[in-house]
């Protein structure tokens, strides 16, 4: 498949994300803004602010005004206004998503990166003492969901040895500056951290070692070795290559697994991020944040796996797709 044609493929599926975001609040019974909004935002809400977001959504017009309207405020970045926070949804999600970023962010990294260099030395060592403990510890880690993960961390190293703070994003009313800020943020996150890298490791390393086994296998690696390539060579250069591949694809697959259990983590550790403002969304039926927060995920997770694919492609120029 060409660049044209992926454009083509990821600009659908951009379409059909947005005409299901809005679409679906309107299936719902009553009228629109009832049904974006909530019985107890409209009892809390002004008539002028009502009268506002009639106008800015079209609400009161055809179904094909209302679709322009509300595809213009999404250029604009309007996502709508949370009554529960009286603040404009964008600038919510905007002020958490840094600290999501920041914990997705370095949990795929660690755990593509750590999970790939463990199956390829597990690979290579197929059958020893090594294979079979990394076999065995990452299926006993990749077992337990994220967020239980989370609360035997928390009990373990928060509560009951104390090295780890339990709650938060960083100190508060601390009066931390320069690097004495990021080692700050580093504690607080070294819990979610490693609650999300170790479930999502599993997956990656086993996934590297099977790769690693039937790459060992091929002509090329033969060669290589009667050309007396040493083992480094043979293990990354050239096997270690070939199970990167795979590794990536699966990266990008799992990205919405791994937004899911960060939202899941957040939670569990009152950690400022995306999880944390879609958890008060759901409590206070505040439909429009709820809204936001999932049409953001929707498309980071697009974004993410369109970036994947452009990876894949650029890793190995040998791949192609079918037409």
Not at 51 to 60: E, N, T
Request: aromatic share 8%; proline share 6%; net charge positive.
């Amino acid at each position: 498949m060409d660049k044209k044609n992926t454009a083509i493929s990821y600009g659908i599926a951009l379409l059909v994300i947005l005409t299901l975001n809005f679409v679906l609040p309107r299936l719902m019974p009553g009228d629109p803004l009832q049904a974006i909004y909530g019985d107890e935002a409209l009892i809390a809400m002004t008539p002028e602010l009502k009268a506002d977001i009639v106008r800015r959504f079209s609400l009161d017009k055809p179904l094909g005004d209302q679709f322009a309207a509300y595809a213009a405020a999404l250029a604009r970045g309007d996502l709508g206004h949370s009554y529960y926070f009286n603040a404009p949804v964008i600038n919510i999600i905007l002020g958490r998503l840094p600290w999501t970023l920041l914990l997705v962010g370095l949990a795929v990294v660690i755990s593509t990166a750590a999970g790939l260099i463990m199956g390829i030395e597990a690979g290579y060592r197929r059958g020893r003492v090594p294979d079979h403990l990394v076999i065995a510890g990452m299926m006993l880690v990749s077992g337990f969901p994220d967020f239980f993960v989370g609360m035997l961390l928390l009990l373990l190293f928060g509560v009951t040895l104390g090295l780890v703070p339990i709650a938060g994003g960083m100190t508060p009313y601390a009066s931390h500056s320069g690097l004495a800020v990021l080692l700050d943020v580093m504690h607080h996150l070294a819990l979610p951290l490693a609650s999300l890298a170790l479930v999502r490791l599993g997956g990656t390393c086993l996934l590297a070692r099977n790769t690693m086994v039937i790459t060992l296998g091929e002509p090329f690696i033969t060669t290589a070795r009667a050309k007396g390539c040493p083992d480094y060579a043979v293990r990354y250069r050239h096997a270690g290559r070939s199970t990167l591949l795979p590794v990536v694809t699966a990266a990008g697959l799992q990205l919405p697994h791994m937004i899911s259990g960060a939202l899941f983590v957040e939670m569990v550790f009152s950690y400022p991020g995306m999880g944390t403002i879609l958890y008060n969304s759901l409590l206070t039926r505040d439909y429009p944040l709820l809204q936001g927060i999932l049409l953001f995920i929707t498309l980071t997770v697009l974004a993410v796996n369109l970036l994947a694919d452009l990876l894949y492609m650029r890793i190995d120029p040998r791949v192609t797709y079918a037409r």
